[in-house]
């Protein structure tokens, strides 16, 4: 069975702190990515990255950054945390098993004061 | 640009009832067509749809699309309080790699 694991489930910051969110997954997927979830947006995809090292930009980067230093393992860096990023950050995977499927961590609710 | 719409974004119905949720699509390259359900945690998948007119089938919950038209339509028969969730309809865009893009969502509640 495909686990995507998320560091935190609940999370409350103040603004202006760094926040770093983990997404750990034991597939050995290529793949991995970064969404926020708000209500009446949808999903909407932060950052994604198909290698170690490598990351591409999603639809809404903007104020966030990623690191993947390993494979299982993917952060997603919130350099000065905003109230705006007041969210559901879900974290998923897949590989080339997977077709287009991709697997969900849990999510972490991040709230920021 | 690639674009997923949902419809309704919300649903309430009675225990035993029928729904029907929508997806349309405008994208470049269409490859397939993703459904997740929601509870309260991770999306699980449902189904992948790649062919126009095949009927997925999993219990009560069943999904068809249509290519020409651009749509996919997921049913739920004789509904149960635990289908209560989001579903999310997803697909694929910039071929290469496995990007999806995804609607908006359909909250589904079902009253006892």
């Known amino acids: 069975d495909v686990k995507v694991t998320q560091s935190s489930r609940y999370l409350v910051k103040r603004t202006g702190e760094k926040v770093f969110l983990e997404c750990v997954q034991d597939?050995?997927?290529?793949?991995m990515f970064w969404y926020r979830q708000d209500p009446g947006l949808g999903l909407r995809l932060i950052y994604f990255s198909y290698d170690v090292k490598m990351k591409e930009k999603g639809d809404i980067p903007e104020g966030y950054s990623v690191s993947r230093e390993k494979k299982e393992r993917f952060s997603l860096i919130l350099e000065s945390a905003s109230t705006n990023q007041t969210s559901m950050y879900l974290c998923?995977?897949?590989?080339?098993?997977?077709?287009?499927?991709?697997?969900f961590g849990p999510g972490t609710r991040l709230t920021v004061t | 640009e690639d674009k997923v719409v949902q419809s309704p974004l919300s649903l309430v119905v009675h225990e035993g009832d029928t729904v029907t949720l929508n997806c349309s699509y405008e994208v470049t390259n269409f490859r397939s067509l993703l459904w997740y359900k929601q509870e309260k945690k991770a999306p699980t998948f449902l189904f992948m749809l790649t062919s126009s007119g095949i009927e997925k089938k999993s219990g009560r919950l069943s999904s068809i699309l249509d290519k020409k038209e651009l749509f996919s339509i997921l049913n739920i028969t004789a509904t149960q309080t635990g289908d209560s969730a989001i579903y999310l309809c997803a697909v694929p865009v910039n071929f290469g790699n496995e990007k999806l893009t995804f609607g908006t969502g359909t909250r589904l509640t079902i009253i006892p």
């Open positions: 597939m050995d997927h290529e793949n």
């Open positions: 998923a995977s897949s590989g080339p098993g997977t077709g287009y499927e991709q697997y």
